[in-house]
């Protein structure tokens, strides 16, 4: 059995440690509200942007916009894979990083170029023999706008130029607190729903409809890349407050646990204290 003084020690390092994962779990329980209210309206943002240009597509009958046009054979792959740049956060990171393997061992190593935003999934495949095109690792308050137009741009304008056959994006879809699904979505090519291709409705437009579709069509990859990045803020905000929670309890049932000990061992002290007393004063009375 440990001795007194180190249970007491390590008593009151648990109690640090449960004051800073209860203090993690507030940050970001807060921070989750506003991610959680972003990721929410940027979806019925893309959703509608969705609808429009897919009737815009559809009334389009001349030869399909590069972005729209798929590939026979799918040889060079772009993928765009969202983490976190910290960890604590649970099986946030880990679960995106296996989806990120499946997805290389269905294409190829060598066939998938990668773009990393975030630190761990950079941290994992570094050394791991993958094609690396670009890296945004320790970005303050998380991935933005900005930098979601840059790499849409990026990604359409190699793939309108041929230096790939399809664009993915590996992010976490927001559900809720409790469920954050790692999800696999292509960006390009852009798939117009038949439905709405086949009944497409008559706009009038200025400029003309293949300006209009291919200002769209870039507005839409954008979009697509931005709500990204929220969904993975909402949902690395969620899984960390989980962790954060599940960390804080573990703490409270070990300080019980080493309290128990610790009156275990204090009893044994004492009676170890009274038995050798008790032991002298029967030798002197012989």
């Keep these: 059995m440990a001795s007194l003084k180190a249970i007491r020690k390590r008593i009151a390092s648990v109690k640090n440690t449960q004051k800073i994962t209860k203090a993690m779990k507030m940050v970001s ?3 989750l509200r506003r991610a959680q209210e972003a990721a929410t309206n940027a979806r019925a943002y893309a959703e509608k942007l969705s609808e429009l240009m897919r009737h815009v597509a559809g009334s389009v009958n001349d030869t399909p916009h590069p972005l729209l046009q798929s590939r026979e054979r799918v040889q060079r792959v772009d993928l765009l894979l969202v ?13 995106l990083i296996r989806h990120a393997e499946q997805l290389l061992a269905q294409y190829g190593r060598q066939a998938v170029r990668m773009t990393f935003v975030g630190r761990r999934g950079f941290d994992y495949f570094k050394k791991r023999g993958v094609l690396i095109a670009e890296k945004y690792i320790n970005l303050f308050g998380g991935p933005d706008l900005a930098l979601a137009q840059r790499l849409a741009d990026q990604l359409a304008r190699a793939y309108a130029e041929g230096h790939c056959d399809a664009v993915f994006v590996l992010y976490s879809h927001f559900r809720s607190a409790l469920s954050q699904v790692p999800t696999v979505e292509q960006l390009l090519p852009i798939v117009p729903a038949e439905a709405l291709a086949s009944s497409p409705r008559e706009y009038v437009t200025e400029p003309d409809t293949h300006t209009l579709l291919d200002r769209l069509l870039r507005q839409y990859v954008r979009v697509l890349v931005h709500r990204a990045f929220l969904e993975a803020q909402a949902s690395e905000h969620a899984a960390r407050m989980t962790a954060m929670d599940s960390a804080t309890t573990n703490a409270a049932d070990m300080i019980d646990r080493l309290t128990l000990e610790m009156n275990r061992a204090r009893q044994a002290a004492i009676t170890k204290e009274l038995m050798e007393i008790v032991s002298g004063a029967e030798a002197l009375k012989g």
Aim: proline share 0%; glycine share 12%; aromatic share 6%.
């Design 29 to 31: 329980a807060a921070k």
């Design 83 to 95: 983490t976190a740049d910290r960890g604590l956060c649970g099986a946030y990171n880990s679960n």
